[in-house]
Nanobody, 126 residues
Framework: GVQLAESGGGSVETGSSLRLSCKVS????????LPWFRQVPGKEREGVAQ??????????EPRDSVKDRFTISYDQDKKTLYLHMNNVKPEDSAMYYC?????????????????WGQGTQVTVSS
């Protein structure tokens, strides 16, 4: 099966840059969607950005609050999904998760995704 392992989180100051990684194990060739989600305790998990496993962009756009600051990419050779976070803000503090959806990128509803990593914590201080 497919397994996902996030890394790269940490505690940073406002305005910093951070790169999250998600190592993919197993076969994600074909029509797979690889997203980043985030979740704050007591709130629902929310989609951040997503990309196809061939590196092409999803038609589901990144959420507005990160659109000009975060970039998603997927390195097929390394089988690693990235989230490049620039100019981070305290409201970006959350547990960040990567996931996988079979059949393409159509939604950012968490329940539509079949595989999840354990998450990596990002904390941004003001």
């Amino acid at each position: 099966g497919v397994q996902l392992a996030e890394s790269g989180g940490g505690s940073v100051e406002t305005g910093s840059s951070l790169r999250l990684s998600c190592k993919v194990s197993g076969d994600v060739s074909g029509y797979n969607c690889l997203p980043w989600f985030r979740q704050v305790p007591g709130k629902e998990r929310e989609g951040v950005a997503q990309i196809y496993s061939d590196g092409s962009p999803s038609r589901v756009e990144p959420r507005d609050s990160v659109k000009d600051r975060f970039t998603i990419s997927y390195d097929q050779d390394k089988k690693t999904l990235y989230l490049h976070m620039n100019n981070v803000k305290p409201e970006d503090s959350a547990m960040y998760y990567c996931a996988r959806q079979i059949g393409g990128c159509h939604t950012d509803e968490p329940r539509s995704f079949q595989n999840w990593g354990q998450g990596t914590q990002v904390t941004v201080s003001s």
